[in-house]
């Protein structure tokens, strides 16, 4: 009885053994020039996006691809790299009376990853959806918010990461593109009277991220 107990340990450990071997937590940096932020405003009288990419955008991600749910990161957008397609309107929007970017912590609108709610695995070259639950702060005001997403592991062969490698990718590369909204008074801030036609008190946040290993 002992040997066929050793015996059955035995295979459970090997068959355990390649998981745990596969498991790995690969830190990963934003490339910011393949990533971008957006916010829209759709306000009765006017509905405007306001855009940011490249430097605009920073961040990073630890990530297990055998165990996504693990996931921890977080990423920055810089208000005063925002453009909306109107200068008098971008200058507003970061005056004093709004969101006052002149103060180096208010400039930074960024969204910490706190759990992720994702079915099984990555597995290359598939989006798989995941609710990516964390703290968005505006303004110096956190507030717990729900993101929909799709998560993109993208696999890369020595070959291909040979002719990728000048860009920034590297053999583990992840994809996120994610959806969420919020409103300036949860953070504080109250559309004023005379905008309340032209600006929304919603926002709609959409990020489309590129991370590569470190």
């Known amino acids: 009885m002992p040997r066929r107990i050793a015996l059955m340990t035995a295979a459970l450990l090997m068959a355990i053994a390649p998981a745990a071997a596969f498991a790995e937590a690969i830190a990963l940096k934003l490339l910011p020039n393949y990533s971008r932020a957006t916010f829209k405003s759709d306000a009765a009288l006017e509905t405007f996006v306001g855009n940011t990419a490249a430097e605009g955008v920073a961040g990073t991600l630890t990530l297990d691809p055998a165990r996504p749910q693990t996931a921890v990161g977080s990423v920055k957008v810089d208000m005063n790299m925002v453009r909306t397609g109107i200068d008098k309107r971008d200058a507003d929007m970061r005056s004093k009376n709004f969101l006052d970017t002149e103060v180096e912590a208010n400039r930074w609108v960024t969204f910490e990853v706190k759990s992720v709610e994702i079915a099984g695995p990555l597995e290359p070259?598939?989006?798989?959806?995941?609710?990516?639950?964390?703290?968005?702060?505006?303004?110096?005001?956190?507030?717990?918010?729900?993101?929909?997403?799709?998560?993109?592991?993208?696999?890369?062969?020595?070959?291909?990461?040979?002719?990728?490698?000048?860009?920034?990718?590297?053999?583990?590369?992840?994809?996120?593109?994610?959806?969420?909204?919020?409103?300036?008074?949860?953070?504080?801030?109250?559309?004023?009277q005379l905008l309340i036609f032209k600006v929304a008190n919603d926002i709609q946040l959409e990020t489309d991220l590129t991370f590569a290993r470190q």
């Open 125 to 192: 070259g598939k989006a798989i959806p995941a609710k990516v639950r964390g703290i968005l702060t505006v303004k110096q005001k956190p507030v717990e918010r729900v993101a929909e997403a799709t998560v993109t592991w993208i696999k890369l062969t020595p070959d291909q990461v040979e002719g990728q490698k000048r860009f920034g990718f590297s053999a583990d590369n992840i994809k996120v593109r994610a959806r969420l909204a919020t409103t300036f008074t949860d953070h504080g801030m109250q559309v004023p």
